[in-house]
């Protein structure tokens, strides 16, 4: 019978690859790929580089694109989804195709593999009992502000997604949000050649990051550590005194 098999690639390190996943991207019938390019590179250094059937399914055709997708699990075929790296469906498309596949009765297997949050988490050493993973934080100050506010106080560490331009917008809110000494690891190019990871505290961070134009390179993770039990006060308290010690003459 036909399956979806949700496929995580690697997020830098090509080796990062899984076994399971290789040979399912080899015997696929059809592999639907966020950017269908970018997978048949993948599958190309990954020395899978037959012909095959290619659906382009990204955010702004994922219900059609599923439809195809449906077509060809309901005549029996083994069908592989990849997004353009890490795991599909985590900031990335792939919750509609599944959500599709399940309702149509579908069976739908998941090949665990790189993900940029787990990557960063396992390194990160703040405390994981419990973490809240936030995605990308929205573009208007305000709205940022606003979304990282709503996550102060939770007990349990932050996971940020961010991309190179809006590094340095991203660290100074969260400094303005949750205070500049609450301690941030920023994970840079993970996997990668220049992977690197900053430790300390978040006025620090926009520091390291003013420091040298190469660390605004490349793809992030913000981790923040989890706000300490009475955090919340203090947050509070910043907020009414910063513009009262501001206004001393
Ligand atoms: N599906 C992917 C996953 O499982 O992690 C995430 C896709 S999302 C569109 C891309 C974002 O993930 C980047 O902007 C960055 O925040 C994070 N990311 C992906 N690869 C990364 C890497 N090698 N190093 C650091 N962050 C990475």
Do not use: M
């Not at 560490?157 to 809006?166: I, K």
């Amino acid at each position: 019978a036909g399956a979806l098999y949700v496929v995580a690639t690697p997020i830098g390190n090509v080796a990062d690859i899984s076994l399971r996943a290789l040979h399912i991207l080899d015997i696929a019938d059809a592999i639907a790929a966020e950017d269908t390019r970018n997978s048949q590179q993948l599958l190309v250094r990954l020395g899978l580089d037959r012909r095959r059937d290619w659906i382009a399914c990204h955010q702004h055709n994922e219900r059609e694109a599923a439809q195809r997708v449906l077509d060809r699990l309901a005549a029996g075929q083994r069908v592989a989804y990849v997004s353009d790296a890490g795991t599909p469906g985590i900031s990335d498309p792939g919750a509609k195709l599944v959500a599709a596949a399940r309702a149509a009765g579908h069976r739908v297997i998941p090949l665990p593999g790189p993900s940029a949050v787990a990557t960063a988490l396992s390194a990160a050493g703040f405390e994981t009992t419990a973490f809240h993973f936030a995605g990308f934080l929205p573009t208007s100050r305000e709205a940022r502000l606003k979304a990282i506010r709503a996550v102060a106080a939770l007990d349990a560490s932050l996971v940020f997604y961010e991309a190179p331009h809006r590094i340095g917008d991203s660290l100074g809110a969260l400094a303005e949000a949750l205070g500049g000494e609450r301690r941030i690891v920023v994970a840079r190019e993970l996997t990668k050649l220049h992977e690197q990871f900053f430790a300390g505290t978040l006025a620090e961070a926009r520091d390291w990051l003013a420091a040298d134009a190469n660390h605004s390179r490349g793809e992030f993770v913000l981790v923040v550590e989890a706000a300490a039990p009475d955090a919340g006060d203090h947050a509070d308290l910043d907020r009414v005194l910063k513009p009262l010690l501001a206004a001393l003459p």
